[in-house]
């Protein structure tokens, strides 16, 4: 067993990154040939620090020195962490690199707290970045600017503990999964009269029952299972089974390992014999938990050294035990009950929780959403209000302002006395006559007074 090396390609496989396997006949390596249509298939693992986790392991495995320990390093070796001081002799690239790397990761982490933060409504708090680092397990929080042993050492850690976490947290999220099922079905027939919810309910037992009725299943891992595989895929003589042949067979990638997603390619034919796509009563979500419990019972049997990976001779020795030839039945999902009653009622009770939550904040988004339409409309009339005055305020611009001294002109520009005269000439009186003479008046003239009277 190849130890770091193989050890960290077992992070990366899990992380969906393949590695190029080691040729430890010191032959170069070949590339492989091109597979048109074919995609890389990612497994998302949920570490929040994949993407670093991945970029290390890929900058390590370009350092001659570092890749050579990994050839001869064991898992002790690596959990311990004593091959992390072979750190310090990498070129000066690698470290280069590593630091850069390094530091992204910081900065990142950086960027989520101050996410988490404004989330929170506290963006006047002075965040603390040397103490909130400290919560990340994954790197060195009392160095953030260079790659050393420790930081390899607690990154190796840290991802160990996560990914034999993994499984766990996928069976649990399963079962809310199952849980969540049976309660919508409930709930479903809840809402039928009660003809129609007898109907509804014989229905979906009849498809139950349909799903049952599949073939029992060989054991994974088991002589029967394996040899199967040897004659339906491989297309070979079941009557000359080798399980040497069988494990070189499906070492795809040719490293001298069955990973878990080599181990998983197995069961395939096996499912097959209970899941179809195409039938309404076979969900694929349980077809995928039971290649994941297929997967652990193999690991179980077979990997001695609980690297989470079967070498050769792991495989070798897992044949001659008794339960390879002689295994028992395997229990398939429909076959044993996933929860309890009281675990499906404490669901109901967290369900209801969520859902009223989901109901408080959408009437808090609604009455946001009113409060907004408010000051919409409040906005446009003081628009309106606006652009009346501006409209106003231009007419008086360009309305012509009367001269200084000037008579005021009428509705057509003329001056007013012009009008005045004109009506006097078309009613006749003129205040001069033809001959350019004032005209008489018809009545006496008064004395003028204060004059001296004369007598005669």
Do not use: C
């Not at 001659?320 to 009950?337: A, H």
């Not at 009506?423 to 006496?444: M, R, T």
């Amino acid at each position: 067993m190849a130890g770091l090396f193989h050890w960290l390609m077992l992070l990366s496989v899990s992380l969906g990154a393949w590695s190029v396997p080691i040729d430890r006949n010191g032959k170069p390596p070949e590339d492989p040939p091109p597979q048109e249509g074919k995609q890389e298939e990612t497994l998302d693992t949920g570490l929040y620090y994949e993407r670093y986790l991945r970029e290390v392991i890929d900058v390590l495995e370009t350092d001659p020195h570092f890749r050579e320990k990994l050839q001869t390093a064991n898992t002790e070796d690596i959990r311990s962490g004593r091959l992390s001081k072979e750190l310090d002799l990498v070129g000066h690239h690698v470290r280069t690199r590593l630091d850069e790397l390094k530091r992204q990761e910081v900065s990142r982490l950086r960027m989520l707290l101050k996410a988490k933060l404004d989330s929170t409504d506290q963006h006047s708090v002075q965040i603390d970045h040397a103490s909130l680092l400290k919560q990340f397990e994954h790197l060195d929080p009392q160095n953030l600017h260079t790659f050393e042993a420790k930081d390899l050492e607690m990154l190796i850690e840290t991802a160990t503990r996560d990914l034999e976490s993994y499984d766990a947290a996928r069976h649990e999220e399963f079962k809310r999964y199952e849980m969540l099922k049976e309660h919508e079905r409930r709930e479903y027939l809840k809402g039928l009269d009660q003809e129609r919810r007898e109907t509804e309910e014989r229905r979906l037992q009849d498809l139950q029952e349909k799903h049952k009725m599949h073939p029992k299943l060989n054991a994974p891992g088991s002589k029967a299972q394996l040899r199967e595989v040897w004659e339906e895929t491989d297309g070979l003589d079941p009557q000359e089974f080798n399980p040497k042949t069988f494990f070189t067979l499906h070492d795809t990638n040719g490293d001298g390992l069955l990973d878990e997603q080599e181990l998983e390619a197995l069961f395939t034919k096996e499912l097959e014999k209970v899941y179809d796509p195409r039938n309404e009563e076979d969900d694929m979500m349980e077809m995928e938990e039971e290649r994941l419990r297929m997967r652990e019972h193999v690991m179980k049997n077979v990997d001695s050294n609980h690297d989470r990976l079967v070498s050769l001779e792991e495989f070798l020795k897992s044949t001659e035990k008794k339960e390879f030839n002689s295994p028992g039945e395997w229990e398939t999902l429909d076959e044993r009950p996933l929860y309890s009653e009281a675990e499906l009622q404490q669901f109901e009770v967290e369900l209801a929780a969520q859902e009223a939550e989901l109901v408080k904040k959408a009437q808090q988004l609604k009455q946001e959403q009113e409060e907004l339409r408010e000051r919409e409309r409040a906005l446009q009339e003081q628009k309106k209000e606006y652009q009346q005055a501006v409209m106003q305020m231009s007419q008086r611009q360009r309305a012509p302002q009367p001269v200084e001294g000037q008579p005021p002109s009428g509705p057509n520009g003329e001056l007013q006395f012009h009008t005045e005269m004109k009506k006097l000439e078309q009613g006749g009186d003129s205040p001069l006559s033809q001959d350019g003479a004032a005209p008489q008046s018809h009545l006496l003239a008064e004395p003028p007074q204060n004059q001296p009277l004369h007598t005669s």
